[in-house]
């Protein structure tokens, strides 16, 4: 009867998360649930601000973020740490989708750069709407790709090249 109960389980997909939390070594209970298209739609701060709790257990003093936007020319790009990031506006090339992934890639550069001591870096997981981020060791994210069949489901740091910005495929 109980494993009975397992394939059904299974099969409505209820029991399969926890089992590839255990062995991924991923609690997926700390994903910071983030959402690229937010991002890019003038969304790196106020995301910043809610991971501010977070990274401040690895970072002492945590840099500001400032946005620029302007409605007129359509312009959005972010300032932090002495860096500019261009999301979207008059004479970036790509689509909507590019945007994101360039959001995405500043977020995660903004934060990682941050945090320079130890093995502990933000990870990616996922992309656009589903956009989550997880603070993993290395270790962690090599089980990680053992475990998880999927290259699509694998932690990753995002990069500033489309179209797949960093994302295993």
């Given at each position: ?28 209970d ?5 959402d ?22 690895y970072?002492?003093s ?85 475990a ?22």
């Amino acid at each position: 009867m109980r494993s009975l109960i397992c394939k059904l389980l299974l099969a409505l997909g209820l029991f399969g998360s926890q089992q590839s939390q255990a062995t991924t070594s991923l609690n997926y209970d700390s994903l910071i649930l983030l959402d690229a298209e937010a991002l890019a739609e003038q969304g790196i701060s106020e995301a910043y601000e809610r991971l501010l709790p977070h990274l401040k257990k690895y970072v002492k003093s945590p840099i500001k973020i400032e946005e620029q936007f302007s409605s007129e020319i359509g312009r959005y790009s972010v300032k932090a740490g002495g860096e500019a990031y261009e999301i979207y506006g008059p004479g970036i090339e790509g689509n909507e989708a590019e945007s994101w992934g360039r959001a995405t890639h500043a977020f995660f550069h903004i934060i990682n750069k941050q945090i320079v001591s130890g093995d502990i870096r933000f990870y990616a997981v996922n992309n656009g709407n589903d956009l989550g981020g997880i603070f993993l060791s290395q270790s962690a994210v090599e089980q990680s790709k053992v475990a998880l069949k999927n290259r699509q489901d694998w932690p990753y740091l995002p990069e500033p090249t489309p179209p797949w910005y960093g994302q295993h495929h």
